[in-house]
């Protein structure tokens, strides 16, 4: 039998040495973690800084030139891009380079904002109705499918007539009267899945508070999915207010907004074709770049999909 | 025994409506007390209320009648207060550690959301307390940064022990804490449930259907059947002297481990299945597969009657 006491390479270990599994990860919280996992996943990230310099180029780009978006030069009208205009010019002369950048401000506020804040609204409702339940859910999800009945295009140009049109505030207004019912439909329907689970009903033994119940546990795990439909909403914001311009009802000329510039080229599109591809370039990008990091997001805000 | 009672319920009922069928009668008017730092076990077969008796008394769930007394006092008049003191004093374990964890909290997370929310240990107390906690559950540091979902059912259910225990609770209420683990993890997180109570002086209401471990841990053993309690006793009393028809039925399928005995071993094979506890009919609940039912059985639903010292069965049969 070996006496371990005359093996040299070996000695005992005292218990107090014994520190157990050495894997300790540090400290961390949920969103800390979902930031880290982003950033292990290369397309969203690339998306990011694609986004990034989009934001980068439409604060500096108007400024890489002499030429402003509003005032018109016959003299220069309907040419391509050139030295002189990288982007080409109008009808009316003006530079496209510089349009595209100021156009691409308000589309891209417009995009984010009207996308955010019905979200937010629509998720915090949603959470309430399906938490609460009984006459608090009756109440909320019939109003719903009242405003649901009614084209949002009433109440948009209601909204405009009333408080004026061209502004952003205003087109933010009137996309989140009717952006956040669908986000709190879908909200509604997953708490009411969720809040059966034993861990929404540990919280409430512990004392936790219907708020910090929906703020903690049961929005953050609809979020996943609510991602999804955030970043499908951006597009459809972009051309929401490109229809509302087209019709008088957003941006005011000569302010350019991507859909608008979109819209104008569209009508002399067999002549200028650089015109309808250069925008449509810039909102296509912007689109393609926030689904990729909605589906990058999508992935990191759930722990069980990590690697 | 002379042990102050901690919890008491009289005549507890709790009922839910079912769309267009009528009504589900879970808890049907139960009236037990719970004594500091005793077991009760509660034991019945599937769908006969316990989970619902359960999460009445950690007020998951308001009663349709009769009331909770804690310490002497009804939960449901409780003040704002007091009602956080409630529910820093009662907690519960869960049956499914897969369903009983936030599956986007980290653990140290979960265990401190009592800590957080009854502002006990704060600031760098926290940490050291998450840490105490999972040592006093068996797990180490180590586990505290990770997710659920990278831990063994064995282990969650010592995450979920662990996050009642945080807030030094007195009474525990173990919702079939075990019946979702394997056998050998089930006895270690028994252990683990006897230990604490032994340091801590913990109450434990004891819900499960498995008779063999109640038996070993509870000092008193309720049988529970459609939402009635039909026999309390002591646990060995139970097992030795029950007179209840459901008791004895149930007892007589423990498997023994000796297989001789195992094999002469006779059992009795209740009729039928467990009737619909939806809109229940009067007389004892266990008439329709009783072997020894009479006609008044079917009339009138038996009250807990004193059989010996601390054993009680609800039987007509029973004198």
Known sequence: ?307 | MSQSVLLETKNLRKTFEIKGRGTLTAVNGVSLTLREGETLGLVGESGCGKTTLGRTIVKLYKPDAGQILYQGRDIWQFGRKENLHYRKDVQMIFQDPYASLDPLSVVSTSIAEGLDIHGLYPGKARRERVLELLQMVGLNKEHANRFPHEFSGGQRQRIGIARALAVEPKLIVCDEPISALDVSIQAQVMNLLVRLQRDMGLSYLFITHDLSMVKAISDRIAVMYLGSIVELAPANTLYREHCHPYTEALLSAIPLPDPDVEATRRRILLKGDIPSPVNLGPGCPFASRCPHAKPICREQQPALKEVSPGHFAACHEVE
């Open chain 1, 1 to 307: 039998m070996l006496n371990r006491n005359t093996c040299p390479d070996f000695t005992p270990l005292s218990p107090d040495e014994l520190t157990g599994e050495e894997m300790a990860r540090p400290e961390t919280t949920y969103f800390k973690d979902v930031w880290r996992n982003l950033k292990k996943r290369k397309t969203a990230i690339a998306s990011l800084v694609v986004l990034g310099l989009l934001v980068v180029m439409v604060l500096v780009g108007p400024m890489m030139n002499e030429y402003n978006y509003y005032s018109n030069d016959y003299s220069a009208a309907n040419q391509p891009p050139s030295p002189a205009h990288w982007f080409g010019t109008d009808t009316l002369g003006r530079d496209l380079w510089t349009r595209v950048w100021v156009g691409g401000r308000v589309s891209l506020l417009i995009a984010i904002l009207a996308t955010i804040i019905p979200y937010a609204i629509g998720m915090m409702i949603g959470g309430i109705s399906g938490y609460f339940g009984g006459k608090v859910d009756m109440f909320i999800m019939r109003l719903i499918d009242v405003l649901m009945g009614i084209p949002s295009l009433i109440y948009d140009i209601l909204l405009i007539m009333v408080l004026g049109s061209g502004s952003i505030a205003t087109l933010v207004i009137a996309f989140t009267i009717t952006g956040w019912l669908g986000s709190a439909r879908t909200t509604r329907g997953l708490v009411l899945q969720l809040k059966e689970r034993e861990f929404v009903m540990a919280s409430a033994t512990l004392g936790a508070s219907p708020m910090r119940i929906i703020l903690r546990h049961l929005l953050p795990n609809t979020l996943g999915i609510i991602v999804v439909g955030m970043t499908m909403t951006i597009p459809s914001v972009i051309f929401a207010e490109a229809f509302l311009s087209f019709i008088g009802l957003g941006i005011t000329p000569p302010n350019p907004s991507w859909g608008q510039l979109i819209k104008e080229a569209s009508e002399v599109f067999k002549q200028y074709p650089y015109r309808f591809i250069i925008p449509c370039i810039f909102v296509g990008l912007t689109m393609l770049c926030f689904n990729l990091l909605g589906d990058g997001l999508r992935d990191a805000l759930d722990p069980r999909l990590r690697t």
